[in-house]
């Protein structure tokens, strides 16, 4: 595939990957969430005998990931949503079984989709200016890209609900005191020159046995996660029907309040 979204930068057996979206502060539409896909399968054909490790970052300075791409889902229908939603799924899957370690590298905002994809990597390293969030309620809608089911692995069931249920953000000091991150850095280079050195001391294990690592830990989750994120995407979906979901997206695209209607 030819990357126009994504910056590929491979330092020895190290890849530098970066969500090249600026303008739109790297929001994840269709055509990015396909270009990660094409990336991580090639990679994953790969497997550890040409490559280390990744560190997912985005360009810019205000955001790793904002989000994702609400203008494009605002033409979207039922069905269309749901595709969308299992397209960022089936992404953040891959992502999450990559046979080498991934670490995101966060500076700036990473919010819903962008959450989404810093929890699908093994762990998160943030600026101090970095916020999270998972702020989809505000939109009328859900968290789709494996949200739901990834935060109440991060930050337990009760931390995960309270962020989920009133689309708050925290900023990263709050992250790292509720496990979401790993470390907190005061600049994006220092926090870059960190992950290149952890990566640099798995680099010193056994390949085979970091990558069974990564197996056993990711299947150590619940069982029926392929279950809910069916679940979830199809959920995504009918928030497209309703009013309130439809008064989000214009409210977001017009830059204002959303003005909610309570449910008869």
């Keep these: 595939m030819n990357y126009k979204f994504l910056n590929i930068e491979i330092k ?16 994840l539409s269709s055509r990015v969430l396909k270009e ?22 985005g360009l810019g300075e205000k955001a790793f990931v ?17 595709e969308f939603s299992k397209l960022g799924q089936d992404v953040m899957n891959l992502i999450e079984n990559s046979p080498f370690p991934i670490i995101a590298g966060v500076d700036g905002f990473a ?49 995960a609900k309270e962020m989920i249920y009133t689309g708050k953000q925290i900023n990263a000091e709050k992250a790292f005191e509720i496990g979401l991150v790993n470390q907190v850095f005061k600049t994006e280079k220092s ?8 990566l640099n001391e798995i ?11 990564k197996k056993v830990m990711n299947n150590a989750d619940d069982s029926l996660a392929l279950d809910a994120f069916d679940y979830e995407a199809k959920t995504f979906g009918e928030m497209f029907l309703l009013p309130n979901g439809q008064e989000g997206i214009r409210a977001f695209l017009g830059k204002r309040k959303a003005q909610f209607v309570k449910v008869s």
């Design 66 to 82: 904002a989000g994702a791409d609400i203008k494009e889902m605002s033409l979207m229908n039922k069905d269309e949503a749901i």
């Design 111 to 159: 919010l819903g989709g962008g959450c989404e994809l810093a929890m699908a990597c093994d762990f998160i390293y943030a600026t101090e200016k970095s916020i999270f969030g998972q702020p989809e309620v505000s939109l009328g809608l859900i968290p789709s890209f494996g949200g739901c089911i990834r935060l109440l692995k991060y930050v337990g069931r009760a931390m």
């Design 203 to 213: 680099k010193l294990q056994s390949p085979e046995a970091v990558s069974a690592c």
């Design 36 to 57: 990660l896909e094409s990336i991580f399968i090639d990679l994953r054909d790969l497997q550890y005998k040409s490559l280390r490790g990744v560190i997912v970052y």
């Design 12 to 27: 020895r057996d190290i890849m530098l990957l970066g969500i090249n979206r600026p303008n739109k502060m790297n929001a």
């Design 191 to 198: 926090m870059m020159d960190s992950a290149v050195e952890t």
